[in-house]
Structures are given as C-alpha cells and as structure tokens.
C-alpha cells in the first residue's frame, strides 16, 4: 500500500485557503499517509494559464511532475482542480512524444529535470478509499460528523482515469466518506457541476448564477454542510455565497468546509474549530 506522497498542495491552500494548509498535514498523519513537500512547486494553473498560454502551462505542469518522479513518488493533492489539470497534462505529453520532447529540452535548459510520464497524480479523497480503505478511516474517527452532509466534488476530477476506483458519471466515494465519519450523505444532482471557477473575473453574473445553483441544490435537498474536494471551488462556494444569492434570488447560505478540514477535525484534531463549525450550523440556515 502506498502511504508516502509528494505533497502538492493546490492553487490556494496557502492563501486563501490555509485552512488546508492547516488540516492535511494532521488528516494525513492520522491515516498513516507521509506527506513529501514539492519544494517550489507551481500552481497547477487551473486551466486559466491554459487559455493564455497552452504550451506555458504544460511546461509548469511537467516541471512538477519531473520533480516528484525524481523524488520516485507519485503526487498527492487535497484539490481536484489540481488533480485534474496536472492529470490532463501528463497524459497529453504521455501521447506526444514531440510535445514531450520539446518539454524535456525546455526542462533540461532550465531546470535540469527530465521527465519520463511514469509518475501518477491522486486526489486525497481516492487515496484514503482505494489506498487507505474505509475500514480504516472509520478506525481513525474520534469525533463522528452526525451533520447532513452535501458533498461536492466539482467538475474537474470526473473524468476516465483521474478519480481512481470511483464512477466518472456517478461517483459515491465522498458519500462513502461521509458516512463512515458518521455523517449523513445528501442526496443531490449538482454535486458534480461547474461553479464556473474560470469566469469569475470575466463573467462574474454568470459565475455567481452557477454557484448559486448549486448551493440551492444542497440547502433543498436538506444539507446543513457542505464538504469540498475542491480547493478552489470552495472559495466560490463559500466567500461568494452570499453575493451568489443576491445575484440569484435563491437561498446560498450553508457552511462549507475543505475535505481535509473534514477529515481532521473527525479524527480530533482541531476540536475548537469543530466546536464553531457545529455552532455555524446550527446558526446559519434559513
């Protein structure tokens, strides 16, 4: 069994979201995983990078990937933007080999990595189901999260070969989670949407109007939290929530909390910020 991990820690955990930063050291420590830090690893650049520059961002990328194969380790994220874009990357350079060799002549002149395609890129969320096991977490859980819980995965991550064991189309490895920490898993079709993380700064209306729909769906269906395994679709989902309802003209206020943050504080790390979350939602509702 894999436990031992080169740690890339997203777009935003150590800025605007060092709530991870804070919690996925502790959850990982709890399941046996070691986290190797990617010493100056990029941003992922979110596909964002890709739209100004396609070719920079695959350079960025296989420069993070080269520096944990020369680590031998595969890669572990907490974020699914992250997941997806440096999985998108590495398989596009898998199947150019002229793509490939031009990012290997830029990585030799610049950085002196060379990169091969053998290393492999996981989301913490398939880690602790395929890897670490169910049976296992629930060992680990010191503080059962007896909440209704939404879980959101996002877009980016659904896809054929970048959410290990799960179903692309109908994922349940975060209900999974959920309910062996002691949650109640909601039932909820938006789980898998696009909050529109790319437009926020050119579409911002239409941005707000996605995330909007789905907050409403979650607080519908009867969460009272929502969980995230996405870095970077949390920050819309939780700073811009109450923006998103104006906008709409729909009820968006719901606690939402990192899946490491989730994890941690379930396996009693943390007990003061648990404390505030139970009364965020016991508070926060309509």
């Known amino acids: 069994m894999a436990t031992r991990y080169a740690y890339h820690p997203g777009n935003v955990a150590h800025s605007n979201a060092i709530e991870v930063a804070d919690t996925m050291p502790l959850a990982s420590e709890s399941l046996g995983i070691e986290l190797v830090p990617l010493e100056g690893a990029t941003s992922c650049g979110a596909g964002i990078v890709r739209q100004a520059n396609a070719d920079l961002q695959v350079v960025l990328n296989a420069r993070t990937l080269a520096q944990a194969e020369a680590m031998g380790l595969d890669i572990i994220t907490s974020c699914a933007t992250t997941a997806a874009t440096l999985h998108e990357d590495l398989t596009l350079l898998r199947n150019d080999?002229?793509?490939?060799?031009?990012?290997?002549?830029?990585?030799?002149?610049?950085?002196?990595?060379?990169?091969?395609?053998?290393?492999?890129?996981?989301?913490?969320?398939?880690?602790?189901?395929?890897?670490?096991?169910?049976?296992?977490?629930?060992?680990?859980?010191?503080?059962?999260?007896?909440?209704?819980?939404?879980?959101?995965?996002?877009p980016n991550m659904q896809q054929a070969g970048a959410c290990g064991g799960d179903d692309p189309f109908d994922p349940d490895y975060l209900e999974q989670v959920i309910s062996v920490l002691g949650g109640n898993a909601v039932e909820w079709s938006c789980r898998t949407h696009s909050v529109g993380v790319p437009g926020v700064f050119s579409e911002e209306k239409t941005v707000m109007k996605q995330t909007a729909a789905v907050l409403a769906d979650a607080k519908s269906e009867g969460a009272e939290l929502m969980v995230s395994a996405c870095n970077l679709s949390h920050m819309l989902l939780d700073v811009y929530q109450g923006k998103a309802g104006k906008v709409s003209a729909q009820q968006t206020k719901i606690p939402v909390i990192h899946l490491s943050e989730l994890l941690a504080f379930a396996f009693g790390h943390h007990v003061d910020r648990l404390a505030q979350l139970r009364t965020r939602v016991m508070i926060i509702g309509d």
Do not use: P, S, W
């Open 97 to 154: 080999g002229k793509l490939m060799a031009k990012t290997n002549d830029i990585l030799q002149r610049n950085c002196g990595l060379t990169l091969t395609g053998d290393v492999k890129v996981h989301h913490l969320l398939h880690v602790i189901v395929d890897e670490i096991g169910l049976d296992n977490v629930e060992a680990a859980v010191k503080n059962r999260f007896d909440f209704k819980v939404a879980g959101y995965y996002g």
